[in-house]
């Protein structure tokens, strides 16, 4: 185990030289009016938060990972490594597939992929490296009735390709969760496992005694950030949220101010968001399509993209080629407005 965690340790920081960051954000992908993926709407978004976001997962669940086809998830890929390649970040590559064979080809199909875009580099791995590709995100395989022994098999094949994974626990999604036993031994044989994110808010594995070995461990759920962080007693190492695509600026204020111990300016900050993001959520739960994630932040990016006049605009797209109805843009406002969260400009005006 000890040589494990000191691959592990090695891994990380040839990976992150000057350190994983704390916040990181599931970019959301964007639609044109005739459904296709708006690639200049993403652009000017990821310009909107990279100041403040310095990791990405690209697609994750908010970014509709799940609901993409496997060359939408390569065109998205794409998009983001072009992003990645001029500036300072640290990029997740998300293969959110249902089951095994399909997360393996996707990996390879994205490997083959940033090979054809030359760097000088033959190594897989230092191909990655060169495109500023830290590696590849997987949920366990879909399914209610699988075991943990079945769960460990499935993650095990994965990992056995020696990629860097970070595992996402989506109970949500996969109907199922890596116990804390199974990650141990995960961690125990697997150097190349060096992240995990848990957006499950039952946050078991975070929580547990087993020995995690070194990995990095990120919190997905929203709300009351402050209790979980490491170095204010919490469990976590950083956070992978999806309202970083809206509070970008927020979290990264929040973040610091607890690290400096500046704990009146970042109760302000948790005070205002915890709320803001529990109405829109709540806002978004009715609505029977989509997923909640994309749902509530696509409310919010709205206005962050057009300001006050997103009021007299249509709802932006979704997947599922529908709209988000007017009535929840404009509750989505009232809610930004009263907690002075209303951008004064948007950044696609």
Same mark, same amino acid.
């Given at each position: 185990m000890k040589d494990v965690a000191e691959k592990r340790r090695t891994l990380i920081n040839k990976l992150f030289p000057s350190g994983i960051p704390r916040l990181w954000c599931p970019l959301l992908t964007h639609y044109r009016p005739d459904g296709g993926i708006d690639? $200049?709407?993403?652009?000017?978004?990821?310009?909107h938060i990279v100041p403040w976001v310095k990791g990405f997962l690209i697609p994750g669940? =908010?970014? $509709?990972?799940?609901?993409? =086809?496997?060359d939408e998830t390569l065109e998205v890929a794409d998009f983001a490594i072009q992003q990645a390649r001029t500036r300072e970040i640290s990029l997740l590559l998300g293969v959110l597939k249902a089951d095994v064979e399909t997360m393996k080809r996707t990996i390879l199909r994205m490997i083959k992929m940033l090979q054809e875009n030359p760097t000088g580099e033959e190594d897989a791995r230092q191909v990655l490296q060169a495109n500023r590709v830290c590696g590849f995100t997987i949920c366990p395989p879909r399914g209610k009735s699988l075991t943990q022994h079945q769960i460990e098999v499935g993650l095990s094949a994965v990992l056995d390709m020696g990629m860097p994974i970070a595992l996402y626990q989506l109970p949500q999604v996969t109907e199922n969760e890596v116990a804390p036993e199974t990650l141990e031994r995960l961690v125990q044989k697997f150097s190349n496992l060096f992240l995990f994110k848990d957006s499950s808010g039952q946050d078991s594995v975070a929580t547990s005694g087993v020995d995690k070995g070194g990995v990095f461990l990120v919190r997905g759920a929203e709300g009351n950030y402050a209790q979980w962080l490491t170095g204010t007693g919490g469990s976590y190492d950083g956070f992978l949220l999806s309202t970083a695509n809206c509070f970008s600026q927020n979290l990264s204020s929040l973040i610091e101010s607890l690290e400096k111990k500046e704990l009146e300016k970042a109760r302000e900050i948790l005070e205002r968001l915890t709320i803001v993001v529990s109405e829109v959520f709540a806002l978004v739960q009715p609505l029977p399509y989509g997923n909640p994630f994309t749902n509530a932040n696509k409310a919010i990016d709205h206005f962050s993209a057009f300001g006050p006049r997103a009021n007299t605009t249509e709802g932006p797209m979704l997947h599922e080629k529908i709209r988000i109805p007017r009535n929840v843009i404009q509750a989505t406002g009232a809610i930004l407005s009263h907690h002075n969260l209303m951008p004064e400009k948007g950044y696609m005006e």
């Open positions: 690639f $200049d709407r993403m652009h000017a978004h990821f310009n669940s =908010t970014g $509709d990972g799940w609901e993409l =086809t496997e």
